[in-house]
């Protein structure tokens, strides 16, 4: 909980201020932060779209809400912009970077804000800004570990004032994709890397 939910809460609501009626393209909709975003996202109202890398991984993220694009088959640039009839979306929560960033740039609506989140694919790439000149478009990004603990202190009272209700109501919960004892971490990073977990591994003593 205090990883994904406080990593989404400050980044989606907080950086990215995604509100009620708003659309929002959540990267890696199956991965740990990416099924807390479906989740919050879809609780507090938002329409919700979704990559991910397999068929599974999409029916994964379409149990909790999201709409998906199983990015190994398909573009999510002219997915988006079909399915939003061309107006594209609120707000990216993106994990990838490097190529995907002209591309989120793309699917973004008018006043559209990029969070990012991870650089998977890379920390540098080369973009033409003139759709963020045009588009009045924010690109931000940010990082929970180096925050002071006032800063952590804040983001912990507003997840108890806004997140613990959906978690004590089941509303949201954090998806598990097996547990394993704590003898057998190497097959759980074994997992990890494969790509083939949907949401948290837990090791337990």
Request: aromatic fraction near 4%; hydrophobic fraction near 45%.
């Given at each position: 909980?205090?990883?994904?939910?406080?990593?989404?809460?400050?980044?989606?609501?907080?950086?990215?201020?995604?509100?009620?009626?708003?659309?929002?393209?959540?990267?890696?909709?199956?991965?740990?932060?990416?099924?807390?975003?479906?989740?919050?996202?879809?609780?507090?109202?938002?329409?919700?779209?979704?990559?991910?890398?397999?068929?599974?991984?999409?029916?994964?993220?379409?149990?909790?809400?999201?709409?998906?694009?199983?990015?190994?088959?398909?573009?999510?640039?002219?997915?988006?912009?079909?399915?939003?009839?061309?107006?594209?979306?609120?707000?990216?929560?993106?994990?990838?970077?490097?190529?995907?960033?002209?591309?989120?740039?793309?699917?973004?609506?008018?006043?559209?804000?990029?969070?990012?989140?991870?650089?998977?694919?890379?920390?540098?790439?080369?973009?033409?800004?003139?759709?963020?000149?045009?588009?009045?478009?924010?690109?931000?990004?940010?990082?929970?570990?180096?925050?002071?603990?006032a800063e952590k202190g804040a983001i912990a009272r507003d997840l108890e004032a806004r997140?613990?209700?959906?978690?004590?109501?089941?509303?949201?919960?954090?998806?598990?994709?097996?547990?394993?004892?704590?003898?057998?971490?190497?097959?759980?990073?074994?997992?990890?890397?494969?790509?083939?977990?949907?949401?948290?591994?837990?090791?337990?003593?």
């Amino acid at each position: 909980v205090p990883e994904t939910f406080f990593t989404v809460w400050t980044n989606l609501f907080d950086r990215g201020k995604l509100t009620e009626g708003e659309t929002v393209l959540i990267h890696g909709g199956s991965s740990g932060i990416g099924t807390t975003a479906i989740q919050l996202a879809r609780a507090f109202g938002a329409t919700v779209f979704a990559t991910a890398g397999s068929d599974a991984k999409c029916a994964a993220c379409e149990r909790l809400g999201a709409r998906t694009i199983n990015y190994r088959t398909a573009d999510f640039v002219p997915v988006i912009r079909e399915a939003t009839g061309g107006t594209g979306v609120d707000v990216i929560l993106d994990i990838v970077g490097g190529g995907y960033l002209q591309r989120n740039i793309e699917c973004l609506a008018m006043h559209g804000r990029l969070i990012q989140l991870g650089l998977l694919g890379g920390s540098r790439a080369e973009i033409n800004l003139r759709p963020v000149l045009q588009k009045r478009l924010t690109i931000t990004g940010s990082t929970l570990r180096t925050r002071s603990i006032a800063e952590k202190g804040a983001i912990a009272r507003d997840l108890e004032a806004r997140v613990w209700p959906l978690l004590a109501s089941r509303q949201v919960a954090p998806v598990i994709d097996r547990t394993l004892p704590l003898g057998e971490a190497a097959e759980a990073h074994r997992l990890l890397e494969s790509g083939e977990a949907i949401g948290k591994i837990v090791l337990v003593p």
